[in-house]
């Protein structure tokens, strides 16, 4: 049997906080109004940072922020489409302006547009919509490099920062429950920041993405799973 003494739970400690102490940092998260976004830009304040909140939703990013900040956490919020590079870019710029600084970005914002062929009525290879693939690939695809470009340009001058891209199993592996713009634009993630992470090493930058399965709290794949669960959402 292993026993484990007060200094070793000292140590331990010691190590948490030292790896995972955000404290002060500037942080921008996108689709944080909801899902994935909101639950990162939750654990960020509650442990410190200084986090923006962004996200197309004015109406849940306003509840959502202001949920925060009644716990007295340091948030501030910014409705933004990313698959708008002006805007995208003007978020930055508001950041460091008030902030002085980017420490963390967690680029997330992603939608599915409509469900995979393993849905009933869902999406089909020969019944693509075009307006439905140009509309995912804006937001998953453009939005993503339009939030890492703008966050790596603004890291690279301070010499420093961290990168977090959600793609998804879907961009590892098939996943008949969500389109086809989906999976293409998460497989695309996957390579570009690897290209992403070669690029900005030199720099003190760096970036990494994230592959999840399917969780509750979102709507992508209109909430479906290969069972057909619909409880059950990314």
Not at 25 to 44: I, K, N
Request: hydrophobic content about 45%.
């Amino acid at each position: 049997m292993t026993t484990i003494d007060g200094n070793d739970l000292d140590r331990s400690a010691e190590v948490l906080a030292r790896l995972f102490d955000v404290r002060d940092l500037s942080a921008v998260v996108t689709g944080a109004a909801s899902g994935l976004g909101f639950a990162m830009a939750e654990v960020l304040a509650d442990c410190g940072a200084r986090v923006t909140l962004a996200d197309i939703d004015a109406g849940l990013l306003e509840e959502s922020t202001s949920a925060l900040a009644e716990r007295g956490c340091r948030v501030r919020s910014a409705v933004v489409d990313v698959a708008d590079a002006g805007q995208v870019q003007a978020l930055f710029d508001g950041v460091v302006e008030t902030e002085g600084r980017v420490d963390v970005v967690f680029a997330n914002a992603g939608i599915g547009s409509v469900p995979g062929f393993a849905v009933e009525g869902g999406q089909h290879l020969d019944s693509i919509e075009r307006s439905d693939w140009d509309r995912v690939m804006g937001v998953n695809l453009n939005g993503i490099m339009f939030t890492i470009g703008s966050a790596a340009a603004a890291m690279k001058r301070q010499g420093s920062g961290r990168i977090v891209v959600t793609s998804s199993v879907a961009g590892l592996r098939p996943e008949p429950v969500v389109c086809y713009g989906y999976v293409a634009s998460k497989a695309a993630i996957v390579n570009v920041v690897r290209q992403a992470a070669l690029d900005l090493a030199p720099h003190g930058v760096h970036i990494n993405a994230i592959c999840p399965g399917p969780f509750k709290g979102t709507r992508i794949g209109a909430g479906a799973t290969l069972d057909h669960d619909p409880e059950t959402e990314r």
